[in-house]
């Protein structure tokens, strides 16, 4: 029988609160009441509503019981003073009943892909737990931990921060065995001031780092030696490991090739040269299947069976993915889909990628970078640059920042302008042909995923179209 992921007497020994009836949870712990399943507890946190003014729907759906900080309705309920110290709490108590190796990522770029790299090698591996989406803040980082079954064998966690001061408390909460830094680059410059800001505040990362723990560092990163300098400094036990393209980097990348599909990466760890295979392109993805089989051999497992596990990966939603979807008059377009966030790095990283998608025509949909900071205006100017290499034939941009790479690009490089992404959608419609690639891209809060979206729509309505007067035709992942 599977032992349950909490008790009520688990729940008051390691939060100081009482119960008003004893339960047991034997689903996971949500603070959601729409994804809510039967058997879970129920966190009533206070972020954007207060999740008090939930328990009673939680209880509805079937919350075997909830942790508040005022008693709300009949069901079975924990009562501690803060909700958010009460979930900390059980994160470190079940971090502490579980003998998992711990491995936490942070990072400018790539953290979460490569978190879910790791997670998909340690699934193979054996009894695994990872960050569900990007549960990287100050509860998404709790609530992973207090979700980790007491069996977990291996467990990766994303940090992440936008003002300084955030990640080293995450990090003494999860004591990583390992930790891991994909690179520095200019994201969150409005909350931090500077590169070198984010360099330290990344650093962080190793604050909680079990002694004797490895810190995993980017190799051909212009802060590569400042960040090994305060490794040593938080944890003077640890071990420096390397990855990148450097001679000398520990998981060093030796081979990149692409159909404008798939890419066939090589990786030398340690002597032990291995290919890895991933539904994606880019040369950005080398670096980080490097980082994954450098950070899942220090659990024990062979480099190999790391490589053979992460081979077949594709990136989640909104970070890469290539779809094929049809066209309302015939034919199909790609929809390079990387919408979920953008900064600098990443943006030149999937415009370079761009370049090797297909033989069909390039467009390019861009959104604003958001966070910053001073040099915004310049940052978002400075991509004309890497736009104009990708032989976009048509460029389309959304938000106010746009307006400074518009005003950088050719003039007579064909592009659209709007203050919003949705209002995009007319002019990408109308311009798409027949075996066009077309990337979009941008921050999260820009809108461009709903953009992505709004193709997705046309697409499948087209399709069904096709089907409905007998032309057939199915659009899907390429």
Known sequence: MTKPLWTSDDIVLATGGVTTAPFTVTGT????????????????????????????AAFKAGAAGALVSRKKGDGPQVIADDVLAALEQMGVAARARCGAHRTAITGSAG???????????????????WSQKSFNNHWGVPLTLARMPEGTERAVFEIGMSTPGEIAPRSRMVRPHTGLITCIAGAHLEGLGSLEAVAREKADIF?????????????????????????RSLCPTGNLETFGRSP??????????TDGTTS?????????????????????WALNVAAALLAASQTGASVA????????????????????????????????????????????????????????????????????????????????GAVVETGAEGVFLAGDKMTHLAEALPPDLQQVWAPKADELFNALENALRDGDVVLIKGSNASGMGRLADRLRQWSAAADMGKMVSGTGGAAGVS
């Open 29 to 56: 712990v949500s603070i959601d009441t729409r994804s809510l399943e039967p058997g879970d507890l129920f966190v009533a946190l206070k972020d954007q509503r207060d999740g008090h003014d939930f328990v009673e």
């Open 305 to 384: 069976d790391c490589a053979a596990a992460l081979s077949g990966y594709a990136p989640p939603p909104g970070r890469g993915t290539a779809e094929r979807l049809a066209l309302p008059d015939g034919g199909y377009f790609m929809l390079i889909d990387d919408a979920y966030n953008a900064n600098p790095g990443s943006m030149r990283a999937a415009l370079s990628s761009l370049k090797q998608r297909g033989a069909g025509r390039r467009l390019v949909a861009l959104g604003e970078m958001l966070e910053i900071g001073d040099r915004s205006d310049a940052e978002h100017a400075g991509l004309a």
């Open 111 to 129: 953290k979460t892909s490569v978190k879910e790299m790791l997670a998909r090698i340690y699934r193979a591996l054996g009894t695994a737990h």
């Open 264 to 284: 066939r990466i090589q990786v030398d760890v340690v002597g032990k040269p291995v290919l890895v295979t991933l539904e994606a392109v880019g040369e950005h």
């Open 207 to 231: 604050a909680g780092l079990e002694a004797g723990g490895t810190f995993i560092l980017p190799s051909d990163d212009v802060f590569f030696e400042y960040l090994a300098g305060e490794a």
């Open 248 to 257: 000398n980097a520990t998981a060093r990348v030796t081979g990149y090739e």
